[in-house]
């Protein structure tokens, strides 16, 4: 969490960005993502996409579970997966929002941030939405920061 709470720290704007430094975003994310943002009118959103795992067919069930959840289904499938119904790289949020829960823990190496800044976002009223196009290619390694997270 401390690496993206110090990005956020010394970033300018109204609206936040989120993806890991391995992963591609489509032209067209940012656009699409703001569009919401603006036609929702509501700070305490947390807008995602769909996705596409680099390389092909990585976490294959996951991947396919998370594209294909409906919208009342992002609130509804929260407890029944091993992380969010929004993925944390294609997260769209207005800054404002994300100071006032505080930001993500910076509790320690291999500590599940992500999960919990989402939790906190939905315990504080927070809404969900996921715009229906693929906007991020996220990349799968065995050594990404997820496997460090012990249960």
């Given at each position: 969490?401390?690496?993206?709470?110090r990005a956020v720290q010394y970033s300018s704007g109204q609206f936040l960005c989120?993806?890991?430094?391995d992963d591609l975003m489509c032209p067209n994310r940012?656009?699409?993502q703001y569009r919401v943002a603006i036609n929702e009118n509501d700070d305490a959103i947390l807008i995602g996409s769909k996705y596409?795992?680099?390389?092909?067919?990585?976490t294959d069930r996951y991947t396919q579970?998370?594209?294909?959840l409906n919208q009342e289904q992002l609130y509804t499938q929260i407890y029944l997966?091993?992380?969010?119904?929004?993925?944390?790289?294609?997260?769209?949020c207005s800054?404002?929002?994300?100071?006032?829960?505080?930001?993500?823990?910076?509790i320690a190496k291999g500590h599940c941030e992500d999960l919990t800044f989402f939790f906190k976002h939905l315990r504080n009223g927070g809404r969900l939405h996921r715009v229906d196009?693929?906007?991020l290619y996220y990349r799968y390694h065995p050594e990404a920061a997820t496997f460090s997270v012990h249960e």
């Amino acid at each position: 969490g401390y690496g993206k709470n110090r990005a956020v720290q010394y970033s300018s704007g109204q609206f936040l960005c989120f993806q890991d430094a391995d992963d591609l975003m489509c032209p067209n994310r940012i656009h699409e993502q703001y569009r919401v943002a603006i036609n929702e009118n509501d700070d305490a959103i947390l807008i995602g996409s769909k996705y596409e795992r680099i390389p092909e067919g990585s976490t294959d069930r996951y991947t396919q579970w998370a594209n294909n959840l409906n919208q009342e289904q992002l609130y509804t499938q929260i407890y029944l997966a091993h992380g969010p119904t929004v993925i944390m790289p294609t997260w769209f949020c207005s800054r404002s929002w994300f100071d006032r829960l505080g930001g993500f823990d910076e509790i320690a190496k291999g500590h599940c941030e992500d999960l919990t800044f989402f939790f906190k976002h939905l315990r504080n009223g927070g809404r969900l939405h996921r715009v229906d196009k693929m906007l991020l290619y996220y990349r799968y390694h065995p050594e990404a920061a997820t496997f460090s997270v012990h249960e």
